[in-house]
């Protein structure tokens, strides 16, 4: 069972030619076996995982805000590789990295134990049709491998804007004995999550957003 859909979507110009022009050298092929992260970077440094970062934009904010810490960001629309391409390109960002495929396949394939720092999920597809809910990324068996790909300390931080989603989150997430809440339920928003479009549209439309996070113990 699959978490996303595979969209066509339209993809620019500029997208594309990025997409052709530096994706041989910012990304990572998918590969059913362990990376080496620090040869993937080519330097030692942690690294945090930032899973659907849509077109990039708060993966490509962190990036130049953290330039001691490797980002890696995984995503399988094509468009908002292509974006995130771009971005890092003009900033002339050297420490991010990109893998186009099925996260979960990722995380369980190519992610060695304790090798994150953090692990970043904003604002996944919240599937809000009931029947559809088992489609819903955070589930328990998924935060169960998250969390083994943690180190100790290690964070993991969600946030959504779709309330029931957000409460699935909270039950999932305190049910994970690798985990523990930093906050006592739903965090204050962090003022190192960059703020995106997609999260301020979603406040003029009233909806409300929920930030968990929570540390490997």
């Known amino acids: 069972m699959r978490s996303f859909t595979l969209r066509q979507g339209r993809i620019s110009r ?3 030619q990025h997409y052709q022009l530096d994706l041989p050298r910012f990304g990572i092929a998918y590969r059913a076996e362990p990376l080496d992260l620090s040869a993937c970077f080519g330097r030692q440094a942690p690294c945090v995982l930032e899973i659907g970062f849509g077109m990039g934009e708060a993966l490509v904010q962190s990036a130049g805000a953290q330039p001691g810490t490797n980002f890696l960001g995984v995503e399988v629309h094509t468009p ?3 974006s995130l391409l771009k971005a890092i390109t003009a900033a002339r960002l050297n420490n991010v990295r990109v893998i186009q495929h099925d996260a979960v396949e990722v995380v369980r394939d190519m992610l060695p134990a304790a090798s994150l720092s953090g692990v970043r999920i904003f604002f996944p597809d919240p599937w809000p049709k009931k029947r559809h809910h088992k489609r819903r990324l955070i589930q328990a068996e998924f935060v169960r491998l998250l969390a083994t790909r943690l180190a100790p300390g290690g964070t993991l931080h969600c946030a959504t804007d779709w309330a029931d989603y957000a409460q699935q989150m909270l039950t999932v997430l305190s049910a994970e004995p690798g985990l523990q809440n930093c906050a006592r339920g739903y965090a204050p928003r962090p003022d190192e ?4 479009r997609f999260e301020s549209r979603g406040e ?11 540390r490997r113990i």
Do not use: I, K, S
């Open 204 to 214: 003029r439309l009233g909806h409300g957003v929920w930030d968990l996070l929570f």
């Open 80 to 82: 908002g590789v292509g």
């Open 193 to 196: 999550r960059p703020r995106t």
């Open 14 to 16: 500029a997208q594309a």
